[in-house]
Structures are given as C-alpha cells and as structure tokens.
C-alpha cells in the first residue's frame, strides 16, 4: 500500500498558483512584445529599402534616357558655337538660342550637370584625355566634347587635351 500512496502523489498534479499564472502571462506578454519590436523594425529596414531601390531605379532609368539624348545636346551645344555672325541678329536663331537655354535649364533642374573641364586637373571618373599637349601636366588645355554628371555621378565622360608638362 505504500507504493500505491507514492504512486498517487506522483501522479496527483502540481497545484498551479494564480502567481505562477501571473509570471506565465507576464513571460508570453514580454515575448509577444519584442516580436513585435522586431516586426517593426524588419517592416521600417524593409519600407527604407525599398524606397532606395525604387530611387536607384528611377535614377538609373533617367541616366539611360539622358545618354540617349546627350548627343542631340551636344550637337546643339556646336550649332550655336558655330552661329555664323550674320545670323547672330536674326529672330529665328535668336529663338533657337533661347529653346538651347530652355533644355539646359531644365537639364539642370533634374540634376545634369556639364562637368567643368579647362583648367581643371584631369580626373579619370570625369575626364576622358584624348591628346597630350603643350601646358601644366595632367591639366586640361582644351574640350573637344562636354562630359555630363546626373546628380554628381558621371554618365558621360568629358572628351578633352591635357598639357604634357612642356612649354
């Protein structure tokens, strides 16, 4: 009869208290608590994240139109250089010049740049150096092609001569 006695006390279950309780709920609260924390910041990383990438696409997507129509900029750019004096008084040209001021104006309002070349030392990320000339080393003499930064990252090396050290 013993052995049943001991038996039964095994097996009889461990009374639950209503602390014993409380300290459950508190431990599921608290582990419920910092899930959500976590969730919060995942869902925050994930809302920064994708705003980034849909700015890198954007950004991407107009560095790839404005490559496209950099050389019917440039081409503008020399027609007006090459303005014949003549023509300099005449309306239609004078509109002309003013649409070529238009499209800068708005190139710049998007964030493209002409990248500042005579008289600058040569950087390789902005300069593409196509001769070597008479002047101060590794500084620009002369453009022969404007170079473009969309919001300061080059999308269109500038083509230009740089001095060889010589006099």
């Excluded at 582990?31 to 990383?45: C, F, G, I, Y």
């Excluded at 003549?86 to 710049?108: P, Q, R, S, V």
């Excluded at 309002?109 to 101060?136: Q, R, S």
């Excluded at 080393?137 to 050290?165: H, N, R």
Aim: glycine share 6%; no cysteine.
């Amino acid at each position: 009869m013993a052995d049943d006695q001991k038996k039964e006390e095994k097996e009889a279950p461990k009374e639950v208290t209503k602390d014993d309780k409380k300290d459950e709920r508190e431990a599921k609260i608290e582990e419920l608590t910092n899930q959500l924390a976590r969730s919060m910041a995942d869902l925050q990383n994930f809302k920064r994240r994708s705003e980034e990438e849909k700015i890198g696409f954007v950004k991407f997507a107009n560095a790839e139109l404005l490559k496209i129509i950099l050389p019917i900029l440039d081409n503008l750019d020399r027609s007006v250089t090459h303005l014949p004096q003549e023509l300099k008084d005449n309306e239609w040209a004078k509109g002309m010049l003013h649409i070529h001021g238009d499209h800068l104006k708005t190139f710049e309002k998007i964030g493209l740049k002409k990248i500042k070349t005579v008289g600058e030392k040569l950087n390789p990320k902005k300069h593409e150096a196509l001769l070597a000339g008479p002047g101060e080393k590794d500084v620009i003499t002369e453009e022969f092609e404007a170079g473009y930064s969309l919001l300061d990252e080059t999308i269109k090396p500038a083509k230009v001569k740089v001095g060889d050290g010589s006099k």
